[in-house]
């Protein structure tokens, strides 16, 4: 059988110290040859690490040969600010924003923006430059969303304002994406909705993080890891074979893209990329 041709991208963070600088740049060259459509580079919580986000991305326009996407979150940011970034990217030659809205700080009540929703974001950069716009999706319903029926019709709204395509928070188990995609069909959602998977190397903080993100873990997949606490080795096998399982059936389900969110290590993405058949590709 002829293997289904397979897309992916990557995301990454930036790094928060020097000494993390090297082993960042090491895992992006390490997935270069298997030219991603793009890589994405995130800011912290609250836009904490927001100038390293804008230096990586300049710095990976620069030095490799990859397409880079800038996340831009707007909460607890003015429209001068937003401005500025924008422009900032647009003349570097980064023509492609992931426009989110961000987290709401948890212990500050005076939060002062000129947007409230990623919505708000997303008009404002249609009105500067022809970006082209990336948004996120929740096949599991926002944890501040009330309904499935909301999720949609904050999707919708953000397309109508000229998203081209979305990737969404990560999930377990494929049929929640699966779902979701058959309500955005037949809601007339008609752009890419690439599933954003994401390879566990530390089940508890993973567990932690789900919870926060409504996002369910499998008790199957958490007795997967029981006793490796202190096997790393034997974590990074189980890991890359379930989000193997994962793409497979995604891929079975007639997904061909897929965004990895790689947590800054590289190994685990690139095996599962292997095996999917995405292989490293000279450069013409």
Request: proline share 5%; with cysteine; aromatic share 10%.
């Amino acid at each position: 059988m002829k293997q289904q041709k397979v897309n992916v991208s990557f995301e990454f963070f930036p790094p928060k110290n020097e000494g993390a600088i090297c082993s960042l740049w090491n895992n992006i060259n390490r997935l270069e040859p298997l030219k991603p459509r793009f890589i994405s580079v995130t800011y912290g919580a609250g836009g904490s690490t927001r100038e390293n986000t804008h230096d990586l991305v300049k710095q990976i326009k620069k030095k490799t040969n990859l397409q880079p996407a800038a996340h831009l979150t707007c909460i607890n940011s003015t429209k001068e600010e937003i401005e500025f970034i924008a422009n900032d990217y647009w003349i570097s030659g980064i023509k492609h924003i992931v426009a989110l809205r961000g987290d709401v700080p948890t212990h500050n009540n005076n939060v002062k923006s000129d947007f409230k929703y990623a919505t708000d974001l997303i008009s404002f950069l249609r009105k500067k430059h022809d970006f082209e716009i990336t948004v996120s999706a929740y096949p599991e319903i926002h944890p501040d969303s009330n309904s499935i029926e909301q999720e949609y019709d904050v999707l919708k709204k953000k397309i109508d304002l000229g998203a081209t395509k979305a990737i969404t928070q990560f999930f377990f188990d494929v049929e929640y994406y699966f779902k979701f995609i058959d309500g955005a069909i037949k809601r007339g959602i008609k752009i890419p909705i690439i599933p954003g998977i994401l390879p566990v190397t530390n089940c508890e903080r993973t567990i932690e993080f789900a919870k926060k993100m409504n996002c369910k873990m499998p008790i199957k997949l958490k007795n997967m890891f029981k006793g490796l606490d202190s096997d790393q080795e034997t974590r990074k096998l189980v890991a890359a074979t379930i989000a193997y399982d994962q793409c497979d059936k995604l891929i079975s389900g007639g997904v061909k893209d897929f965004h990895f969110y790689t947590l800054n290590r590289a190994d685990l993405s690139f095996a599962i990329c292997h095996i999917l058949g995405v292989k490293p590709k000279a450069d013409k």
